[in-house]
């Protein structure tokens, strides 16, 4: 089975009072760092606890070093599992508002830990809660403190360095999550550099979706990942995007898929435009 699976609404419904089920709220907002704690607490699926992307499923920062969502300590991430109640076994259903790019972050996190089962995305987000006339609630989370195990694969993780490395190899596929226009450098909203790692290829994380915000069928993410490849073995794919969160939505298609986990560029753009020695393109 892949690691990569989905619910939909009427699912996590059902199983919304099962023992053990783990449901994370992981909305969150680049343009305004109080909006996922705020919505959170303005209602919630039933049972859930806010996972906070800057607090929780990040590291600190370390200006000209780092990129803007670093990857957190292993082990202050696993105390938060199990603050949260995660066991070694617990099912978990992250969500966000819809596009999953949040959500697929705290999914890949748990991948890096080695929980690779049970992990379930919303697909839609609340926005499909929503249309499925499903309820919020105001009240707090109700549950145990958990053991969750982990331990961190950095197999899935590249350093700057290690993409440097690579870069020009013919069996090696860089995809690269932002916007087309921000791939080639028409716009910068964010980070203070435009363009992409040279190389690259554009491959936005919203085309993983349907208009209504759902993932398309494994089928249609197959063919689009494969003419990505190009033939290239899936294995050397790194994935990369402005700071390491949407990239993460590309390989959690790319698991839908049927393909396997490939590398996170973890520091992406954010960093990678830290070192001015290091390439930059623009253009498609």
């Known amino acids: 089975m892949s690691i990569a699976q989905l619910i939909s609404p009427q699912q996590l419904a059902e199983r919304q009072q099962h023992p053990g089920l ?41 200006k000209g070093v780092t990129g803007r969502h670093p990857l957190p300590d292993p082990q202050t991430l696993i105390a938060r599992l199990r603050f949260w109640g995660v066991d070694n076994d617990s099912d978990i259903v992250l969500y966000d508002d819809g596009p999953s790019a949040y959500a697929a972050r705290a999914w890949w996190l ?21 249309a499925a006339g499903l309820p919020l609630s105001l009240d707090p989370p109700q ?13 899935l993780v590249l350093s700057a360095a290690d993409v440097q490395q690579k870069l020009g190899a013919p069996d090696v596929t860089l995809i690269d999550a932002r916007a087309p226009a921000r791939f080639r450098g028409e716009v910068e909203p964010i980070d203070p550099i435009a363009g992409h790692i ?47 969160v949407t990239a993460c939505h590309n390989l959690f298609a790319l698991c839908l898929a049927g393909y396997p ?16 020695q290091r390439g930059v393109a623009k253009g498609a």
């Open 198 to 244: 040279p190389g690259a290829q554009c491959a936005a994380f919203t085309d993983n979706l349907r208009p209504d915000g759902r993932f398309l069928p494994a089928d249609q993410l197959k063919q689009r990942f494969a003419q990505t490849l190009n033939g290239r073995p899936p294995e050397h794919l790194i994935a990369y995007c402005g700071s390491g």
């Open 22 to 62: 783990v449901i994370l709220d992981c909305r969150s907002s680049l343009e305004d760092l109080d909006y996922g704690q705020r919505s959170y607490a303005e209602g919630h699926i039933e049972g859930s606890s806010y996972a906070d992307l800057l607090n929780d499923l990040s590291g600190p920062i370390n």
């Open 110 to 130: 748990l991948a890096w830990l080695g929980k690779r089962e049970g992990v379930f995305i919303l697909d839609g987000g609340l926005k499909a809660w929503h």
């Open 261 to 276: 986990l490939g590398g996170l560029y973890a520091g992406s753009w954010s960093e990678w435009i830290t070192d001015p």
């Open 143 to 155: 549950h145990a403190e958990g053991r969750f195990d982990g331990t961190p694969d950095n197999a």
